[in-house]
């Protein structure tokens, strides 16, 4: 578990998919993003120059999707603790879309999770399941409905979360 302090706001991404859907990130994201105190991946990055772009805004942890390549060096899921009050889980997620929260609640549910963080469906998600927050930032590049991002307030007693469409 990775401890994490002074944190108030997240940037969260997923599924960019690049060069392989498309060859670089949307250009609002950088303003989008701009001041933020972190910022999570969940996967699918597909090339490393994804966390070298999205580091030169703020801080990244990134999880392996099943489209990018060991070399990445990526786990596959995090799990971190945002200042002593939130663990948030953060994984791709694989498999079918169809139970996709179940395979996430299991792997996670002994951390006690304030939220599971994923990708993988491409389709923005914010969900009770199991009495576990599970949120999906969608796409930023190749969203199923539409593309879009993520911003989590964490300054306060709850994690507040907006879905941003790009």
């Known amino acids: 578990m990775l401890i994490l302090t002074g944190i108030k706001k997240i940037g969260v991404i997923s599924d960019t998919h690049i060069p392989s859907r ?3 990130l949307p250009d609002n994201i950088f303003s989008l993003f701009d001041g933020m ?3 999570i991946h969940c996967g699918d990055l597909v090339n ?3 966390l070298t772009e999205l580091g030169s805004i703020a801080p990244v942890y990134a999880v392996r999707g099943n489209m990018d390549p060991d070399s990445i060096g990526l786990s596959i899921s995090e799990v971190l603790d945002i200042n002593g009050k939130f663990i948030i889980c953060v994984s791709h997620g694989a498999g079918s879309p169809f139970d996709i929260k ?3 609640y299991k792997e996670f549910i002994a951390y006690k999770p304030s939220i599971i963080l994923y990708g993988h469906t491409h389709i923005a998600a914010d969900e009770i399941y199991h009495d576990i927050r599970l949120f999906n930032p969608g796409s930023a590049t190749s969203g199923r ?4 991002v993520a911003v989590l307030d964490v300054s306060g007693g709850i994690i507040s979360a907006k879905v941003i469409r790009l």
């Open 48 to 50: 490393a120059d994804v």
């Open 22 to 24: 498309t060859l670089s």
């Open 102 to 104: 179940h395979r996430l």
């Open 145 to 148: 409905d539409f593309n879009s």
């Open 37 to 39: 105190d972190l910022i």
